[in-house]
């Protein structure tokens, strides 16, 4: 059994909790419970590790600092209302099988309003790199009040390179003020302001072992401290449309 394999994952858990265990499954392609299958191996362990020293790169000491912190602010009803929501929001979701397969249009649709209610915020939306990653493109952007859909906007690298060299760390983005976060702040007064946009939490989707764009949640209101299990969740939404990309692509191959 691969006792020193788990114990990344372990260890991973520790760093970051969930979100780190699931971000090195991602790099790694493989669960936790794969590793704990397989033989230890030198060349498994090497592969492991350079994934697990990315992973301890990305969470580092700071994200246990602000799951204590999220813990000792939130009363503990509250934080059960919001976990049993969420789990519920990804168990309806999870049990359409079409959810993976037949179209990622269809996917994102699915996905956008599951967030809007499971993360309570007013506007979530889906975007994917092109080719060159120059850009962006809107796969989907649900508005939660007026009950729409709309895509194809496209952001380019040029026009908001702080904002894309953020991204490009492939770290989860969450700006509690996002019209003065280094990150968003290129966006206030073309877009945050006029929509009444004040905080942001984006998380990156992987497919194939590489990022291939991010999933983005717009507070309106007050201005809006994430809490981990509200990122946790957004990145395994993320994780979804990755999975759904891969099959597609696996399809079309």
Request: hydrophobic letters at 40%.
């Amino acid at each position: 059994m691969a006792q020193k394999l788990y114990e990344f994952f372990l260890k991973a858990g520790e760093i970051g909790g969930v979100q780190a265990r699931t971000r090195l499954s991602i790099l790694s392609r493989m669960t936790s419970t794969e590793a704990k299958a397989m033989e230890d191996s030198d060349d498994k362990i090497k592969f492991l590790q350079g994934h697990f020293d990315a992973v301890l790169k990305e969470f580092g000491k700071g994200s246990i600092a602000k799951s204590f912190s999220t813990t000792i602010k939130d009363s503990g009803a509250n934080i059960t209302d919001k976990l049993r929501k969420q789990m519920s929001v990804f168990a309806d979701l999870t049990a359409q099988r079409s959810v993976y397969g037949d179209s990622l249009q269809a996917t994102a649709k699915r996905i956008t309003e599951s967030l809007v209610e499971a993360i309570d915020v007013e506007r979530a939306s889906i975007w994917l790199y092109n080719e060159d990653q120059t850009a962006i493109e809107c796969v989907d952007l649900f508005v939660r009040t007026k009950r729409e859909h709309s895509a194809g906007v496209v952001l380019k690298a040029a026009d908001f390179p702080a904002y894309f060299k953020a991204v490009e760390s492939q770290r989860t983005l969450a700006a509690v003020n996002a019209h003065t976060d280094s990150a968003t702040s290129e966006f206030s007064e073309v877009y945050l302001r006029p929509l009444g946009i004040n905080s942001m939490v984006d998380v990156p989707i992987w497919a194939n072992g590489k990022m291939v764009g991010v999933v983005c949640h717009e507070h309106t209101g007050d201005f809006r401290k994430w809490t981990t299990d509200e990122e946790t969740f957004a990145y395994i939404m993320g994780n979804i449309v990755g999975m759904t990309i891969e099959k597609l692509e696996a399809v079309e191959a």
